[in-house]
């Protein structure tokens, strides 16, 4: 899955491990995602937190997309922070899932993300 995804790749996202319901997603924080109040642009914190959610609902073998999804942002991310993502599954129930992320820097919590995960129903050819 991470050799499509484009989008995290460009940002500099890596995913640092998988397994069943949970995922961990790493970024740098570089001059060119500073916005104009010289602090991390939220939607890069953003897409950490949705990379990593896509990889822990992604763990069943079933293509699954973010169906909803916000984030609380509790601190600026700045220039070098080295970001985490650590997404893990709270409950699957049908072809939905809820998965709670916390992007980190050290100890400090950045950003609270919660998605809403939705299996895609397969095509009738298989």
Do not use: W
């Not at 072809?95 to 050290?106: E, L, N």
Request: with cysteine; aromatic share 8%.
């Amino acid at each position: 899955m991470y050799a499509d995804d484009l989008a995290s790749q460009r940002a500099g996202a890596t995913i640092e491990g998988v397994e069943p319901g949970r995922a961990v997603a790493r970024m740098s924080v570089t001059r060119d995602m500073i916005n104009g109040h010289d602090i991390c642009h939220g939607g890069y914190v953003f897409l950490l937190a949705d990379t990593a959610f896509a990889f822990a609902c992604n763990t069943y073998g079933t293509p699954t997309v973010a169906e909803s999804c916000d984030i609380v942002f509790v601190r600026a991310a700045r220039l070098g922070d080295e970001l985490t993502a650590v997404a893990t599954e709270r409950t699957r129930y049908g072809r939905s899932g809820i998965y709670d992320v916390t992007v980190t820097c050290g100890d400090e919590v950045i950003a609270e993300f919660r998605g809403k995960s939705r299996e895609l129903r397969k095509s009738p050819e298989g």
